[in-house]
């Protein structure tokens, strides 16, 4: 935000800013000066010492800029002590030069004397103060930018790192299954099946490291690399696992976390298929409901009070689950949902309801419909747009 901010700003160029400052502040000053004097009758005259005073004031400042350059990030006691010390020497050599111009140039009869040098000191403190004033005042802004713009950089950083460790905390979690499975078929001597399971792997780790940088995907890409892994596990469970994609046209685009669905999958097989003879259906489902991306992941297995792993899965202690729980809080803080409800008759919904995205349109770009909060009820017969899943109903 500063960044931007301070590229689109008057300061983008500090040197340049400085320049302007000087310039114009000291030309208004001498204008301001010689009208005051037309202004009071006193002449033509009165120009030419306030040419003189003007141009002492303006190199006085510059030296004062270059002192004030090293002094400014030293500890305070110290910054403003040397301030006070070098505005007051600044201010009585300006009173001096001041005085001496005007009684050269105006008041040609005029001596002075001793003190009397020191007359205008008070109106040159004035003048040089209120210069320091803006000079510190701009400069400590300058500061603060640059030091808001570093710590939110490094929160970005700090937030990027986080959620890249827990994107590829699934990996071993993953890994460690799938690899077993194919052990499994190696002693069973099923060299083919094997064979296929570790090609399919390597496809879907393919995706899992090439996947964008700020570890975001399309909703087209999730979908393909769900398959890949649907691929893997129905190498183990045949006909048991059956599954389909419900997937609105308009949300291929959308953006989520990378991975982020495949352990909600992985879940569902494990306490819906595995368990079970007959298997179990997986559907799911993806649409856009105003400003809002909403996907559901169903199944038919035993639910959330059907066994003691289930009631487990939904206290959010299982490694998948409690990652997703953290993704979405990072990317999204409080706006996002995450449920766990029950299907009808019996069967398991996984709800995520995350600010609708794309590449080209920020979070909460708003729908045709023009609706920008609706957020659909997990145990709603017409969740997203499709009647719950039914035992016995292939997908």
């Not at 398959?227 to 959308?254: G, N, Q, S």
Request: net charge negative; no cysteine.
């Amino acid at each position: 935000m500063f960044e931007d901010l301070r590229s689109q700003s008057f300061f983008a160029d500090k040197n340049r800013a400085f320049w302007l400052l000087q310039g114009g502040g000291w030309i208004a000053y001498l204008l301001l000066r010689a009208l005051s004097g037309l202004a009071n009758s006193m002449g033509v005259a009165f120009i030419l010492p306030a040419i003189v005073v003007t141009a002492t004031g303006f190199s006085l400042s510059l030296l004062m800029a270059a002192a004030y350059r090293r002094i400014i990030v030293m500890r305070p006691i110290y910054t403003w002590t040397l301030t006070l010390i070098i505005l007051g020497g600044a201010s009585a050599v300006f009173s001096i030069l001041e005085v001496w111009a005007h009684a050269t140039f105006y008041q040609p009869g005029w001596q002075p004397q001793g003190i009397e040098f020191l007359g205008a000191i008070l109106l040159d403190f004035s003048v040089l103060g209120a210069w320091t004033g803006l000079y510190y005042g701009i400069n400590y802004y300058l500061l603060l930018a640059e030091q808001s713009e570093r710590m939110l950089s490094v929160a970005r950083q700090a937030n990027s790192a986080q959620l890249e460790m827990l994107r590829y905390q699934l990996n071993p979690h993953f890994l460690f299954n799938t690899l077993n499975s194919i052990s499994t078929l190696v002693l069973l001597k099923q060299t083919e099946r094997a064979n296929a399971m570790l090609s399919r792997l390597a496809s879907f780790l393919r995706y899992s490291l090439v996947g964008e940088r700020e570890g975001l995907a399309t909703i087209a890409q999730e979908a393909e690399a769900l398959k890949l892994y649907l691929d893997i596990e129905r190498t183990r469970f045949e006909d048991r696992l059956r599954t389909r994609f419900d997937i609105a046209p308009d949300v291929m685009e959308a953006r989520l976390p990378s991975l982020l669905l495949q352990p909600i999958v992985e879940n569902a097989i494990k306490y819906a298929v595995t368990p079970s003879e007959d298997g179990a259906d997986i559907v799911i489902d993806a649409r856009r409901m105003g400003a809002r991306l909403v996907i559901t992941i169903a199944d038919t297995g035993p639910g959330l009070a059907g066994t003691a792993q289930a009631a487990e899965t939904a206290a959010g202690t299982q490694v998948g689950l409690a990652n997703i729980r953290d993704r979405l809080r990072q990317g999204y803080g409080v706006d996002h949902r995450f449920e766990l409800a029950d299907n009808v008759p019996h069967g398991l919904i996984v709800l995520i309801d995350i600010p609708y995205q794309t590449e080209n349109a920020g979070p909460g770009a708003m729908g045709g419909d023009g609706r920008s909060n609706e957020r659909p009820d997990p145990r709603s017969d017409n969740l997203v747009g499709a009647p719950p899943l039914r035992e016995g109903a292939a997908p």
